[in-house]
């Protein structure tokens, strides 16, 4: 049996995405092209690589056996460019991270990098929901505070998020928040409605002296939040480097700068099978050696 490399690779965009029409547009081709060889393909092989019974539409046993094979024969095609194009490293990554840190500090401090290594491109995607896009192959590198477990990703641990409770001095002084349980007659904002987003300040405080949040702004956005507390509508619960401008210029106050509060801890994800690209390892290593004692705390 003699398998067709294009074929192939469009069978492995389809495998990817479960879908006809997002694999065409990641491949530049038409829908219909994309089901001729597909079909193609299932006839040279001799046996369905879709299951397309009771409306779901997966890989077969077959389709899952190949699709295996796809993976690492493409992995190992991609080191191999690399391999070849020597010292003048090329190509692009797809690179995701959380909204707040994305737009805050990682498009600041991979200046640097792209400087540095002008073959390589990046596309970014700032989201909060990144394990599925990474394990979809629909981004290569993802940097995230959520513990990632799934098979066939690595984790290399990059640094912790240190958060802050932040007011206007308005906001402190009218409502005489003096120490965590004067939270309990203030207005907040939050993420949720539930206030779940202050977890790790909760949580940081001893089970009797965690105040009750009565009164919750939900503002989903962290920018949000901080600019309703510049205009004293509440009390904010952040990542530090998010206002340091504001704190450095007194616009926001570090309601509790003595209280030591829960962190997060960030790292960075990647498939296994394709830790071995060169381009992937520069830039880890890259944000592996981002230290501001100022902005973020290393590992």
Partial sequence: MSLDLYQLKTFFTVARTLNFTEAAK?????????SHAVKKLESRAG????????????LSEAGRTLYRACETVFSELEKAEESIAGEKKSGSIRLGATV????????KYLKGFIEKNPGIHIDFLFKHELLRPLL???????????????EGIVKKPLFREEYAVIASGEFIRKNKIET??????????????GGLWWGNFL???PAGKRPE????????????????AIESLGAGFVPKYCVL????????????????LLEDHFSVYQKSKRSGLERHRRLIDYLANIKSAHLIRPE
Avoid: W
């Fill in 26 to 34: 990641r491949l530049h081709i038409t829908q219909s092209a994309v």
């Fill in 47 to 58: 046996a369905e690589l879709f299951s397309r019974g009771g409306g779901k539409f997966s």
């Fill in 100 to 107: 707040e840190f994305g737009t805050t500090l990682l498009v």
């Fill in 136 to 150: 979809n192959d629909e981004l290569d590198i993802i940097i995230d505070c959520k513990d990632h477990k799934a």
């Fill in 180 to 193: 965590p349980s004067g939270l309990s007659a203030c207005n907040v904002l939050s993420m949720d409605k």
């Fill in 203 to 205: 949580n940081a405080l």
């Fill in 213 to 228: 949040l009565k009164f919750i702004t939900q503002i989903n956005h962290v920018r949000g939040i901080i600019n309703a």
């Fill in 245 to 260: 401008k504001e704190l450095k210029a007194g616009t926001l106050k570090n309601v509790f700068p003595r209280l030591e």
